[in-house]
C-alpha cells in the first residue's frame, strides 16, 4: 500500500473509531484496495460497539408451503414448474402440522417463504398466517418477501400498504429480507428482470415499516455483481433505515449456483464472504443487528464471520429447501446445544434471542427432560436489543 493509500486508511480508521458514517468512496476504497484483516478488525471496532461479545441464536423452523413459481430467476434452484417432477402444494393439514412441529419443539419463530403460485388465490396465502397464528399463537410469524407481497397487490389491485396491514391483523409478525438480490438495474434486470424491481422492494418494507412492523433487509452477492453494485445496495438500505427505523437485521446472502441457470460461475470464495460481511458492518452503521447465515456460508466460516462483524448466526432453522436445492452442503438443522458450541468456540457468548431481538430465558431442566410434544418452557425478557 502507498503512502496516499495509508493515509486514506488511516482517515477511514479514525472514522470507525469516532463512529463517523462512511461514505460511498470509503467503501469502494476498503473493498478494493484493504486487505481483509484490516477490513475484519474495523468491522470488529463497530460490532462489539453495537453488541459487546454477545452473538445472537434463535430457535426457529422454515415453511415453504410451495416451490411452484409464475418467475423464473437466474439465480433460483428452488423454484418448480406447476408440472414440473418436483412441484409441491403443501395442504392445510401438512402446514399445521409444520406449525405444530415448531410450537412442540419450543421454537419461538416460523419463517414462512415460498413460490409465486400463479394458481392459488390471494385468500390461500392470508390462509395460512390466520389457521398457524389462530392455532398456534405464541409462534412468531415471519412471513413472506417483498417480492411475495408484489405478487399479493397484482393478484388482487389493491395497494400493498392494505394489504399488510391485513395480514397484519391476521397474526403476521414481521417481514424476512429476501427478495432483495441486487437493486442495480445492471444487475437486476439480468437474474430476475420480471419480479418486484428495487423502487418496490424498498417500498413495500417503508410501508411494513409504517405499520408497525420489523423486518430484515438480504443482499445476494458472488455472481455477476461487483463492488460499486454492493455499495449501491448497501447505501440504499441505509438511507432507508434512516428514514424509519425499522430494519433489525442485515443478511449478506452468498450465491450458490449448483442447479441454476447460473450454473457455471464459482461459488464465492471464504474470503470474499468474509469481506462482504465485514463491509456491511462498517457500512451499515444504522442497522443493529448482521447475521452470518450459517446455512449458507457453512458452519466454520459463519463462526469466523464473528470476528468479521457479524453478531448473529440465525438459528436452529430446520427444513431449509431453498439453499439447499442450490448446493448448500450444511446440515438441515443444528440444535441448541451445537449452537451454543459453535458460538463460544468463536470466543463470543450465546444469547438465545426471539425475532424482535428480546432475549428468552428457558427453564434447562425442563429443556434437558423434553420430548415431542411437550412444549418447552420460556420467559421473554426484553431487554436484548
Partial sequence: MDRTAEYRLAEIRDKVQNNIRLTYDDGLFLD??????????????????????????????????????????????????????????????????????????????????????????????????????????????????????????????????????????AGLGSLPGGGAEIFHPEVRERICEHKANAENWLRIHQEAHELGLRSNATMLYGHIENSHHRLDHLLRLRELQDRTGGFQTFIPLAFHPDNTKLAHLSKPSVLMDLRVMALSRLMLDNFPHIKAYWIMLGIPTAQIALSFGADDIDGTVVHEKIYHDAGSTSPQELTVEEIRRLILEAGRTPVERDTLYHEVIRDHAVSRQWSPGKPLHLEVLTTAN
Fill in 32 to 169: 478494493q484496495q484493504v486487505d481483509l484483516l484490516t477490513l475484519g478488525e474495523l468491522a470488529n471496532i463497530v460490532r462489539e460497539r453495537k453488541n459487546g461479545n454477545i452473538a445472537y441464536y434463535n430457535v426457529n423452523e422454515h415453511l415453504n408451503p410451495t416451490n411452484v413459481c409464475v418467475y423464473r430467476c437466474n439465480f433460483c434452484a428452488f423454484r418448480s414448474d406447476l408440472k414440473g417432477p418436483r412441484a409441491y402444494v403443501m395442504s392445510d393439514e401438512q402446514i399445521l402440522e409444520r406449525a405444530r412441529e415448531a410450537n412442540d419443539r419450543g421454537c419461538t419463530e416460523l419463517h414462512i417463504v415460498g413460490g409465486l403460485h400463479h394458481l392459488k388465490p390471494y385468500e390461500w396465502y392470508l390462509n395460512i398466517i390466520r389457521i398457524i397464528h389462530n392455532a398456534f399463537p405464541r409462534l412468531h410469524l415471519k412471513a413472506y418477501t417483498a417480492v411475495e407481497w408484489d405478487w399479493f397487490a397484482r393478484l388482487t389491485g389493491r395497494p400493498t400498504k392494505d394489504i399488510l396491514a391485513e395480514f397484519r391483523d
